[in-house]
């Protein structure tokens, strides 16, 4: 089966810019997480999705950070404006199960952005 | 609030050498643990997990057993190799957190030939 897949893998952009980075999650899995990876630490999540419903958004700098889940598939996450300190991975994830279950996340390759 | 400690890197071992990566954790309720690996170039990967104390995961040589009384996870293989070179995450999660992952900072494991 298909793995998650990520887009771009790489991007480079001035600050106050803005960006946008694509997750494709695998066939059929309900629930979705973005993380943030800054070099030297371990992935951070950013937000979590079951279906097309945030569950929990709590650690997502909203003032500049947004993100969505169109029709449960898909989902897009925004970086506006960006800053030197949003330079990071930031990497999907999915997993089959609904929240509350402990199941495996499957992650994707990851997107390297560089604000300078 | 849950957090994961993990030895601090990078690790240079040669091939064949014995290793332990230590891996503590802290958390309110009574979580799943797990070993991610990150190899060059590469997304994350789960290498084993546990859901329970006592139990034990195993993956391609690796094991790690779930220590409730001492609240550790450690990764362990008997022989390590080259192609074992990569960067090796912690991680706990519980029902509580709705399933997300909290990771330790890593560890970057080199092995020589």
């Known amino acids: 089966e298909a793995g998650v897949a990520q887009s771009p893998r790489y991007k480079i952009i001035e600050k106050r810019q803005s960006v946008a980075f694509w997750c494709n999650p695998i066939?059929?899995?309900?629930?979705l997480y973005w993380y943030q990876q800054i070099l030297g630490q371990g992935p951070k999540l950013l937000i979590q999705?079951?279906?097309?419903?945030?569950?929990?958004d709590s650690q997502l700098p909203k003032d500049r950070f947004s993100a969505e889940r169109l029709k449960g598939v898909d989902s897009t996450l925004k970086i506006q404006p960006a800053k030197l300190e949003d330079s990071a991975v930031y990497l999907c994830?999915?997993?089959?199960?609904?929240?509350?279950?402990?199941?495996?996340?499957?992650f994707g390759p990851g997107t390297r952005l560089t604000v300078l | 609030g849950d957090s994961v400690t993990q030895m601090e890197g990078p690790v240079t071992l040669s091939e064949e050498a014995f290793l332990t990566i230590n891996c503590t954790y802290t958390?309110?309720?009574?979580?799943?643990l797990f070993w991610y690996v990150q190899y060059p170039g590469e997304g994350l990967q789960l290498l084993l997990k546990?859901?329970?104390?006592?139990d034990k995961g195993s993956n391609k040589g690796f094991e790690a057993t779930y220590r409730k009384e001492t609240t550790s996870f450690h990764l362990e293989k008997g022989s390590v190799q080259v192609s074992d070179s990569a960067v090796y995450f912690c991680?706990?999660?519980?029902?509580?957190?709705?399933?997300?992952?909290?990771f330790g900072k890593g560890t970057k494991l080199s092995v020589k030939p």
């Open positions: 991680a706990l999660s519980w029902g509580g957190s709705q399933g997300n992952l909290i």
């Open positions: 999705f079951q279906n097309n419903g945030v569950v929990d």
């Open positions: 994830a999915s997993s089959l199960a609904g929240t509350r279950v402990i199941d495996t996340q499957y």
């Open positions: 066939s059929g899995h309900a629930t």
């Open positions: 958390a309110t309720g009574y979580p799943s």
């Open positions: 546990a859901t329970k104390a006592d």
